[in-house]
């Protein structure tokens, strides 16, 4: 019999997380952080249909009391600010939208690259509503490194998605991330690399955004699958230590590959 999730141990695995603070941790020992937090908050939504989970987050004054507090550290990294402020959108907390906007413009210009052109089109449309390319101006970086991985590929994907633009070399992504995939049914960061489980969510939200599926559903939904420990969360591969990193990886992997409908 092909395994399933157990939702009601991941549940678990990530209340246990859980920090005095408010926010959520890697592990019992180390502290929250915003990444963990995010992932940790995401993970609830997704499968709040399928396992009880903690009552819902938009009332939880420990929860955002922690955000109010990250939210005043001047140091924060785009990829942290839009995961601070999509968490403060989830819980229906107040974010200020000229503030935001002003250090996306900053980051655009400081460091343009793929990243900072797709944090800020998820920022912009995702926590407000925004019309992207009012945001990211008129010369986004859209470029994949030489040596790309699959999670390029998605975050090139993602922004040309959201700009309404075409994507002129889908059919040649489309190969090169079916290529990807390995024997395990995982997928490595590209082809001829071992199998991670964020890896899988990369592939397969890009594999998602061409509309086409992965040379082996099937095979990756079982790669997913088994990356689940008896501690309920997931781990990058089967046999590593489970992390809310890669839970978040997983459940995002497992929700593409339902849509698909293979």
């Not at 990756?220 to 501690?231: D, P």
Request: hydrophobic share 45%.
């Amino acid at each position: 019999m092909a395994r399933t999730v157990d939702y009601v141990k991941l549940v678990e695995f990530v209340a246990e997380r859980r920090k005095a603070t408010g926010g959520y941790g890697a592990t019992h020992e180390l502290p929250a952080t915003v990444e963990d937090t995010y992932e940790a908050v995401e993970l609830f939504a997704a499968v709040s249909g399928r396992a009880p989970v903690p009552e819902p987050p938009t009332g939880d004054t420990a929860l955002a009391g922690y955000l109010g507090r990250v939210r005043t550290r001047p140091w924060l990294g785009l990829a942290t600010t839009f995961q601070v402020l999509a968490t403060c959108r989830r819980l229906r907390l107040a974010v200020e939208a000229e503030r935001a906007r002003h250090y996306a413009a900053a980051a655009i210009a400081t460091t343009p690259s793929l990243e900072t052109s797709y944090y800020v089109a998820r920022l912009a449309h995702e926590v407000m509503g925004s019309a992207v390319a009012e945001w990211l101006g008129p010369a986004p970086v859209l470029v994949l490194p030489e040596r790309r991985a699959v999670d390029h590929v998605r975050m090139l994907l993602t922004v040309k998605a959201l700009l309404g633009q075409p994507v002129a070399e889908a059919a040649e992504l489309a190969e090169w991330l079916r290529q990807s995939q390995n024997g395990d049914g995982g997928f490595g960061f590209f082809p001829g690399t071992t199998s991670f489980i964020e890896n899988c969510h990369g592939a397969l939200a890009a594999l998602s955004l061409l509309d086409t599926q992965p040379a082996d559903p099937a095979a990756a939904r079982a790669f997913v699958i088994s990356c689940q420990t008896g501690a309920g969360g997931f781990a990058r591969n089967p046999g590593a230590a489970p992390f809310l990193d890669a839970s978040w990886h997983a459940i995002r992997a497992l929700a593409l590959l339902e849509a698909m409908a293979y």
